[in-house]
């Protein structure tokens, strides 16, 4: 069994900053991959950023210049540092990890922009 725990949403103001951060537990042999979605109602989830296990990163047009994806191996840990934040952002992020072929989710973490 695999578990993943998202933190650090909340809300922000516009142009403010956030750090979510992602714990993987449980049956873990190696993460392939490391990524952060979001959703908001009505639409569909959509790719923020991922990185792999050597380290290659990918973001989406949006974000680009904005947030900033890391990752620790060996903690199974990972990070979304969002940066001028705008009320476009606001959110459920989830954390996503492929590992052996098979994907996992966590169960979210709510980001709202708003002044």
């Known amino acids: 069994q695999v578990h993943l725990v998202e933190s650090g949403g909340g809300l922000v103001q516009p142009g403010g900053s956030l750090r979510l951060s992602c714990q993987a537990s449980?049956?873990?042999?190696?993460?392939?991959?490391m990524g952060w979605y979001r959703q908001v109602p009505g639409k569909e989830r959509e790719l923020v950023a991922h990185?792999?296990?050597?380290?290659?990163?990918n973001y989406a047009d949006s974000v680009k210049g904005r947030f900033t994806i890391s990752r620790d191996t060996a903690k199974n840990t990972g990070w979304l540092q969002m940066s001028s934040l705008k009320p476009e952002d606001t959110a459920i992020y989830y954390c996503?990890?492929?590992?052996?072929?098979?994907?996992?989710w966590g169960q979210g973490t709510q980001v709202t922009v708003s002044s």
């Open positions: 449980g049956r873990i042999f190696g993460i392939a991959v």
């Open positions: 996503n990890i492929l590992q052996l072929g098979s994907y996992y």
């Open positions: 990185i792999t296990s050597s380290g290659s990163t």
